[in-house]
């Protein structure tokens, strides 16, 4: 964090779940550490609908929202947070109440806006009352999210997306865009595929996510598009004289419609690829080069 800090950024993203609330609570003694001034600067952002612990409730009903998000201010040692997003769609509390609850937080000061995380597009239609809603509220008079142009609460989506993840692609960040929503991809990197460490016909590296970790990429290993875009990206990074890190980045950032991208450095070394990614200019031809063989 001192060296995210020292570089430029002054966002942090976390969630009640990290770390069974470990993660905000180093980010709470970092800026305490830091002092009032640097508090003013950094943006929070935090999470919830996940469970804390083995065996803990998760999901979005009001109540659990309003505790999850007091507790979070209370590890984080802050009495508002900028963004606070739902982690995940509850299937069985209508998305009006949550709504609801988010909606009275917002009023009394305790979060500048909120939005929602790992949604698809028809939930996302749902949320902003462009699909009959799943089950009905039980407050009457309120259906959907309350559109962002009227209420300036709800405005944000958080979903994986990079080079290899292109779901978003089909409604989402359409709908973000029509909609004027910001867009936040994670997983930018995939995993660590878009570094250049996995290489075809090769067996992964020791230590490498996919020997540790490999649940959510294994199906990767069997793609051989896959394996045409890491070369072709790794072939227009070092034309570029970067990395195939960065040039995948870079090619996140320079859509208009994502407005900042998620990463997860675990190491000061690892901030270089984003930072490198700020100044790297694509436009639409050398997009479509990179993007062309997954497609």
Request: charged share 25%; hydrophobic share 40%.
């Given at each position: 964090?001192?060296?995210?800090w020292?570089?430029?950024?002054?966002?942090?993203?976390t969630?009640?779940?990290?770390?069974?609330?470990?993660?905000?609570r180093?980010?709470?003694?970092?800026?305490?550490?830091?002092?009032?001034?640097?508090?003013?600067?950094?943006?929070?952002?935090?999470?919830?609908?996940?469970?804390?612990?083995?065996?803990?409730?998760?999901?979005?009903?009001?109540?659990?929202?309003?505790?999850?998000?007091?507790?979070?201010?209370?590890?984080?040692?802050?009495?508002?947070?900028?963004?606070?997003?739902?982690?995940a769609?509850?299937?069985?509390?209508?998305?009006?109440e949550?709504?609801?609850?988010?909606?009275?937080?917002?009023t009394?000061?305790?979060?500048?806006?909120y939005?929602?995380?790992?949604?698809?597009?028809?939930?996302?239609?749902?949320?902003?009352?462009?699909?009959?809603?799943?089950?009905?509220?039980?407050?009457p008079?309120?259906?959907?999210?309350?559109?962002?142009?009227?209420?300036?609460?709800?405005?944000?989506?958080?979903?994986?997306?990079?080079?290899?993840?292109?779901?978003?692609?089909?409604?989402?960040?359409?709908?973000?865009?029509?909609?004027g929503?910001?867009?936040?991809?994670?997983?930018?990197?995939?995993?660590?595929?878009?570094?250049?460490?996995?290489?075809?016909?090769?067996?992964?590296?020791?230590?490498?996510?996919?020997?540790?970790?490999?649940?959510?990429?294994?199906?990767?290993?069997?793609?051989?598009?896959?394996?045409?875009?890491?070369?072709?990206l790794?072939?227009?990074?070092?034309?570029?004289?970067?990395?195939?890190?960065?040039?995948?980045l870079?090619?996140?950032?320079?859509?208009?419609?994502?407005?900042?991208?998620?990463?997860?450095?675990?190491?000061?070394?690892?901030?270089?690829?984003?930072?490198?990614?700020?100044?790297?200019?694509?436009?639409?031809?050398?997009?479509?080069?990179?993007?062309?063989?997954?497609?």
């Amino acid at each position: 964090m001192d060296a995210a800090w020292e570089s430029g950024i002054t966002t942090f993203d976390t969630a009640d779940a990290y770390g069974g609330g470990r993660s905000e609570r180093f980010i709470g003694e970092w800026l305490r550490a830091k002092g009032p001034e640097v508090r003013q600067e950094i943006v929070l952002s935090t999470k919830t609908f996940n469970p804390m612990a083995q065996g803990a409730d998760h999901g979005l009903a009001p109540a659990r929202v309003r505790r999850q998000l007091e507790s979070s201010l209370d590890r984080l040692g802050v009495e508002r947070v900028d963004m606070f997003l739902a982690h995940a769609w509850d299937p069985d509390v209508p998305v009006a109440e949550t709504a609801g609850a988010l909606d009275e937080l917002v009023t009394e000061g305790k979060v500048g806006a909120y939005g929602l995380s790992n949604v698809d597009g028809t939930e996302l239609r749902e949320a902003l009352g462009l699909e009959a809603p799943t089950a009905e509220p039980s407050a009457p008079g309120r259906k959907s999210l309350p559109p962002p142009a009227a209420a300036g609460s709800f405005g944000w989506v958080q979903n994986s997306y990079s080079l290899l993840d292109r779901e978003a692609e089909r409604e989402v960040l359409p709908l973000c865009a029509e909609r004027g929503l910001g867009f936040t991809p994670f997983s930018p990197l995939a995993g660590g595929w878009l570094t250049g460490k996995y290489r075809r016909g090769e067996p992964p590296p020791a230590g490498s996510r996919m020997t540790t970790r490999p649940e959510a990429y294994r199906h990767l290993v069997q793609d051989e598009r896959v394996y045409d875009v890491l070369e072709s990206l790794e072939a227009a990074a070092a034309k570029r004289g970067t990395t195939p890190a960065a040039l995948a980045l870079a090619w996140l950032l320079s859509d208009p419609r994502v407005s900042a991208v998620v990463v997860g450095p675990r190491r000061p070394e690892h901030l270089g690829p984003p930072l490198e990614a700020a100044g790297v200019a694509l436009d639409d031809a050398a997009r479509a080069a990179l993007s062309s063989p997954w497609q």
